[in-house]
Nanobody, 128 residues
């Protein structure tokens, strides 16, 4: 089992930055690809970003490309999401998730179905 805890959310103004953290316990993250998803009220959960187990590849939704950066420090069992130039449309609950490297592919990493473990989420609110 992997337990994931997100932190770093909050209320910011448009144009500001936030860094989300996802701390894992239970197992080392070095065997897991990690993803960030978000869900706004009344909308489906959507992919934001993902990173492979050693960080050699990263993936981003078009809506955040160039503004968000995903990274990881396996020695700390932690994954980060640096969010710059935030917009009101980025308002959502942000979730981190872990998916086994055994089932990884360049296509399924975008889908919630790939991920076995999820955190409880952290709220990000961007005011205009």
């Amino acid at each position: 089992q992997v337990q994931l805890v997100e932190s770093g959310g909050g209320l910011v103004q448009a144009g500001d930055s936030l860094r989300l953290s996802c701390a894992a316990s239970g197992r080392t993250l070095s065997n897991y690809a990690m993803g960030w998803f978000r869900q706004a009220p009344g909308k489906e959960r959507e992919f934001v970003a993902a990173i492979t187990w050693v960080g050699s590849s990263t993936y981003y939704a078009d809506s955040v490309k160039g503004r968000f950066t995903i990274s990881r420090v396996n020695a700390k069992n932690t994954v980060y999401l640096q969010m710059n130039s935030l917009k009101p449309d980025d308002t959502a609950v942000y979730y981190c998730a872990a998916g086994s490297r055994s089932y990884y592919s360049g296509s399924n990493i975008y889908t919630p179905r790939f991920y076995d473990y999820w955190g409880q989420g952290t709220q990000v609110t961007v005011s205009s």
